[in-house]
């Protein structure tokens, strides 16, 4: 296949609509890592609420190195390089070389985003502490979804515009 051409020369108007997504997206990943994604309560009195960075710091103070490093990052680094990276695509004014490597590179490692497994693990909390405690899904969780979602279709947009030109 031959190198693409630039797309905020081949189609500028899709390049600034790129963009604006990129920056919604970015908006609601820093609310989804902030954010409180879940809140479980153990019997009447107990209650704690958790976000993905303050659950990250929390795995760290725990010595769970393993989890830390994977959360870490595949929900917080990977996402963030992959928006930075969009931008860097739809906001560069000459068809650079590596245009085509951060290309592939989206293609491979994009399929890692991480919304699958999170989802999956606050799933998981929930059945399992069901008997002895409740928890509750906050709005953090949607925004994070929502980041990585909007990713994954920018993404598409971007591989098709490459593609068409």
């Not at 725990?62 to 860097?88: C, E, H, N």
């Amino acid at each position: 296949m031959p190198e693409p051409v630039c797309i905020s020369a081949a189609h500028p108007r899709a390049a600034r609509q790129l963009r604006l997504a990129l920056v919604i997206t970015a908006l609601l990943l820093g609310v989804g890592l902030t954010a409180p994604i879940v809140t479980v309560k153990k019997f009447v009195l107990v209650q704690n609420t958790f976000s993905v960075l303050s659950g990250v710091v929390q795995l760290a103070r725990d010595g769970q190195w393993f989890l830390f490093a994977v959360i870490t990052g595949f929900s917080v680094l990977l996402p963030m390089l992959k928006i930075a990276l969009l931008y860097r695509l739809v906001s560069s004014q000459s068809a650079a070389g590596g245009l085509r490597r951060h290309l592939d590179w989206l293609h491979t490692y994009g399929k890692w985003s991480m919304l699958d497994v999170f989802i999956v693990a606050v799933l998981v909390v929930a059945v399992k502490l069901g008997a002895i405690a409740s928890v509750e899904m906050r709005y953090g969780l949607y925004a994070f979804a929502a980041a990585v979602l909007l990713t994954m279709i920018v993404t598409a947009r971007v591989v098709s515009l490459c593609e068409k030109s």
